[in-house]
């Protein structure tokens, strides 16, 4: 098979205006960026206030391995597939970071004949929305620095009588606001910054401070959870930087820097219209992680998807314990919109190397063994896949499992599978299709259309896990137990201080975003499976005031990744013609 | 009269395609981003191959205040006047940094009524060039990291049994690649990274760096003097990031990450096409520094509009000490082209300022007296033009001065410094006019272009200071001396031995940028006016091998600029309406 980037060139695309005209926004919504993206103002939303919306589907996986199960493939080849069988249909996806890109993962556009096009464009700069995090967020950083530089040189009477504003004290040991940046460098995650030569000051105040990659920025979930302009601005002006000596959050609002970032952003809140390699409308907005934030692309993409087509297919990334979890309980309770279907994407070496029988271990290859027939592993690891079609019955949505077939996959374990789910006694509605997107494109990928659009037809009777009005604890404890299935939760005394000291600042009402490895639904990454009987240990709480939600960090979570010994890049260079070569 | 950003939004603006069209500029040349501005491919060169070029004038100023003279301003509004007398004319200046923008200076399109529109675009984010090079510098940064830790990890000839790549062996000690940021961030100056948690080294190896401000990362410069796409990706190819455990440079080609770069700045090399307020075609790109690099907008977007009209406009940063000499002695050899007329800008104030009467510091006010009747001040102010005027004969080029006027300036001082202008003795063909471009558009430097007209009706006879294959101490002696007025050259114990060390390379046919202080025509910011007999000490040299030229440090040149007590960026904020305000 050719490479993703050949496919994807060798495709002949439509031109973006045609694109945007079929899926019904009009010329005055769009600003196209060359002849194959545009950006969508989010204005289309008004015109369209009295149109009904279409139905939501969003794509989840079991428990992935660490290379993960082929969800964007499935979501790209799921709208390919359902407009094969005529259905009107969009999709939503997060736009790429460029760090994975260049170092381990390579790109996120889908893969083979289900990919989102161009995907040189998409996975490298697309519309300068990451740009604009990365920019608005280190504006803030130094914004901050500078504050804190100038009050402290002036002392804090002269800075007021020399500028008019207010001291605002900020305490140098209690800092929360890094910096950002969209590479994997991990040189970058502990750094000191404000040094000076001996007996000089000029670089300002000496702190210990970091990067974390960009879609780990706190503007990154604001972006993709804000309603409109208005809302981001507003979001943006509660983030909290710092403390001031009297433990009081400073925010952007204090720094009078509010304003310049969300001027910073104002392009990046219109999402992104694309393609796939078979024509169906593609949005494209926000990039936010799954773990420190609720990794989800954006609720204002979604509403305009919504509006625009009968079916809308989005996707939440990692297993349904996390992106899932987050899009029906901070996502939708944000939006006032829960999904109508979860697609529960599975493979059969995911299955079996959640059997435990294998050695999986991040940044190596899988054990080839895991592709040899083995139905006593895919037998032990089909208690995941249970797990996750009850996780996603518990908030009252029909399930169609996708298994996402690789070239390896015998009929007779694929006969297995489907036999398995079949038998199996669910809550929810629950139907199973086997899915070739990757090989086959919308063809590919017409049974699992077919699957979707019946299980649209069963009401789904969506509902959170919890309420936003729930005191801090009993959301943790809720997700924890209800949603994951543990029988403990343990709070450092870090954390049980950080509880009641956010509960006293009025931060009670705000969602609960668990931070916790991918690779396990309990917080050990070693256990595979469908685990019971486990501890949540909660390490930290992390406030995001503007996104809504605090963070709780259930172990090590990685916000700035590193890059490896043969990084992806090496394989990227421009050819004699001009073109882009390496890209996959 | 109204802010800048209320002229630019009050103005009816052309759509991008027709000022395209009338430009000459065919459809398939054009990537539209949006409706207002557009990149440009350089693939037009080689359909116009065979057209004749159109004259080029650059223009410059006297040893400028903190503030400037308004070059920007009167680029525009000589090419605004070029367009009211008829004559077929393009500007093309670099794109502004969001550094300044945010923090002192304000933004860089120009003001008034002589102003590239829509301003907010100009000024934020553009079509993405900054952070493209940003993404690529800090991409290079992450990799020469990435392998140092990997390599020391786990050493060297495992590092080769592992990846098969040769071990770099590079020096900790001897890295001369920082990373950079499009903000104004003095914490970024001095920082440590690579710091650990005790016991661990999973964040790599401890060392010393720094953040420089995107606009001085020699991609920028590589940026502004690249040919094209393919000499773009050889000059990234040879940057020399770093040296090894034998003193030999480590290069991005040997990092194999010189491909990724191009490929992250390969729609960066194309300029982006937008339009004066009075419609006149406009190519924006690149944005070097003009004291570590050349200061001058692309050769790529001067030999665009070379070829599309029969005058193009352009501006070197500072005074002609500065932009115009490397206009002349780097970009002018590189690109094998040089002007036929400089345009030196005056004002009133400057003048008054270079006369040594006035206490003027960088980041304060100038004092209000400086814009009173002071014919004193006038007469000894002058030199300093005279200075410029002289320097811009030097290289064979006419001269017209444009006198920047001010509502405060008197007719009678106007006069006297017009009738000084007219009766001094210069050895080129030397023309005054008023330029009142800011407050009348086009209308108010019809004046001036009738002058620049007459002036390109001389031939010019451009001569660079020096050949590029003359010993690169000889071309340093020759800079400070014929070109400043200098009478000694004092090299630093470091500077003599890496002049030494770079020849030795083989760097001896670079280019010199001088790296100094733009306050002085000398080294020194508070000797103002016109000196003579001073010394240029060289503190130090910096090989940018990419770019193909070697900047010369004298004194110090800050490289991060810093935000101040009260920044710009407390006025922007976004209106009920989602209107940009508070943008100057």
Not at 223 to 242: C, E, F, K
Request: hydrophobic share 40%; proline share 5%; net charge negative.
């Amino acid at each position: 098979m050719k490479s993703d980037i050949d496919i994807c060139r060798d495709t002949r695309l439509t031109p973006i205006e045609h694109i945007a005209e079929q899926a019904g926004i009009q010329q005055q919504e769009l600003t196209p960026q060359g002849t194959l993206k545009a950006k969508v103002k989010p204005a289309i939303l008004k015109r369209l206030a009295e149109k009904a919306e279409g139905k939501l589907v969003v794509v989840t996986a079991i428990t992935p391995t660490p290379l993960g199960e082929g969800k964007t493939v499935t979501t790209i080849g799921l709208a390919q597939g359902l407009a094969k069988i005529n259905r009107s249909v969009m999709a939503c996806i997060r736009q790429p970071s460029m760090g994975p890109v260049f170092g381990v993962k390579g790109g996120a556009a889908g893969g083979g004949y289900s990919q989102v096009a161009p995907m040189e464009k998409l996975n490298l700069h697309l519309t300068g929305d990451i740009h604009a995090v990365t920019a608005a967020h280190n504006l803030a950083a130094a914004a901050l620095d500078a504050r804190l530089y100038h009050e402290s040189r002036l002392g804090y009477d002269e800075f007021t009588a020399k500028t008019g504003l207010p001291a605002l004290r900020i305490d140098i040991n209690n800092i929360c606001w890094k910096r950002v940046m969209d590479h994997n460098d991990r040189a970058l995650r502990m750094i000191t910054i404000g040094q000076n030569e001996p007996g000089k000051t000029i670089n300002g105040l000496e702190r210990h401070d970091g990067f974390d990659i960009t879609a780990a920025s706190e503007l990154m979930a604001i972006l993709a959870l804000a309603d409109n302009l208005h809302d981001m601005r507003q979001r943006i002006g509660h983030i909290v930087v710092a403390y001031d000596l009297d433990g009081k959050p400073v925010t952007t609002e204090d720094l009078k820097v509010a304003g310049a970032m969300a001027v910073t952003m104002c392009e990046a809140i219109e999402p992104t219209l694309m393609q796939t390699l078979e024509g169906v409308p593609t949005l494209i907005h926000a990039g936010p992680f799954a773990n420190i934030a609720h990794g989800n692309s954006s609720i204002i993409a979604d509403k305009i998807a919504l509006k625009l087509s009968d079916f809308v297919v989005t996707e939440g990334g990692f297993g349904s314990d996390m992106g899932f979890e987050k899009a029906c309980n901070i996502k939708a309770q944000q939006a006032n919109r829960g999904p109508d279907c979860a697609v529960v994407v599975a493979t059969l070496r995911g299955l079996k190397a959640n059997s435990g029988l294998y050695d999986l271990r991040p940044g190596q290859a899988l054990p080839a063994a895991i592709f040899d027939e083995d139905n006593a592993a895919l037998i032990a690891g089909f208690d995941n896949l249970k797990w996750h079609i009850n996780n996603a019955a518990h908030y009252g949505v029909p399930v169609v499992v996708a298994i996402n077939r690789f070239p390896q996959d015998t009929d007779a374990e694929l006969e297995l599978l489907q036999t398995m789910i079949n038998n199996a006694a669910f809550t929810t509605h629950v139907d199973v299709a086997i899915s070739e997107a990757f090989g086959k494109g919308g063809e590919g990928a017409i049974a699992l259309a077919e699957c979707v659009v019946k299980a649209c037809q069963h009401q789904a009777n969506f509902t959170p896990l919890y309420q936003l009005s729930q005191p801090l604890e009993e959301k943790i404890m809720t997700v924890a137990e209800a949603g994951y299935g543990a029988s403990h939760v343990e709070l450092s005394p870090l954390a049980q201080q950080q509880l009641a000291q956010f509960k006293a600042q009025g931060y009670d009402d705000l969602a609960i975003c668990m931070a916790k490895t991918p690779l396990s639904i309990s917080t050990d990454p070693s256990i595979k499976g469908a685990p019971t009987g486990f501890t949540v240990p909660i390490r930290e709480l992390k406030l995001c005031a503007g996104a809504g939600f605090i963070y709780a960090l259930c172990g090590n979570v990685m916000t700035m990744p590193g890059l490896p010994e043969k990084p992806a890049f090496m394989s990227l260079d421009i050819d004699e013609s001009g073109n882009i070569i390496g890209l996959s």
